[in-house]
Nanobody
Framework: QVQLVESGGGLVQAGGSLRLSCEVSGSSIRTNTMDWYRQAPENQRELVARTRRDGDTYYADSVKGRFTISRDNAKNTVYLQMNSLKPEDTAVYYC??????WGKGTLVTVSS
């Protein structure tokens, strides 16, 4: 059974940083596309960042230059480094593997 567990969320002031982690069990991230999504209250879930197995990455325009997605295949873990955080980054952040396995999310709150 594939499980994804996010951690690292919390409350931070605008301009601060957080690093989210997504630890995966039951399957290897090495051969899978790994995504970070987020969902703010009353908003649809949106793709924030993606890392493909060939190393290619994608970022939403709203986070480009501030967020960095990375993976540690040995630890079977994906990270999202978030810098220069803004209040509009406040959301529940979800990890997704292979487009169909999801974690339960971790809440990020950015205060102004």
């Amino acid at each position: 059974q594939v499980q994804l567990v996010e951690s690292g969320g919390g409350l931070v002031q605008a301009g601060g940083s957080l690093r989210l982690s997504c630890e995966v069990s039951g399957s290897s991230i090495r051969t899978n596309t790994m995504d970070w999504y987020r969902q703010a209250p009353e908003n649809q879930r949106e793709l924030v960042a993606r890392t493909r197995r060939d190393g290619d990455t994608y970022y939403a325009d709203s986070v480009k230059g501030r967020f960095t997605i990375s993976r540690d295949n040995a630890k079977n873990t994906v990270y999202l480094q978030m810098n220069s955080l803004k209040p509009e980054d406040t959301a529940v952040y979800y990890c997704c593997m292979a487009f169909n396995h999801w974690g339960k999310g971790t809440l990020v709150t950015v205060s102004s």
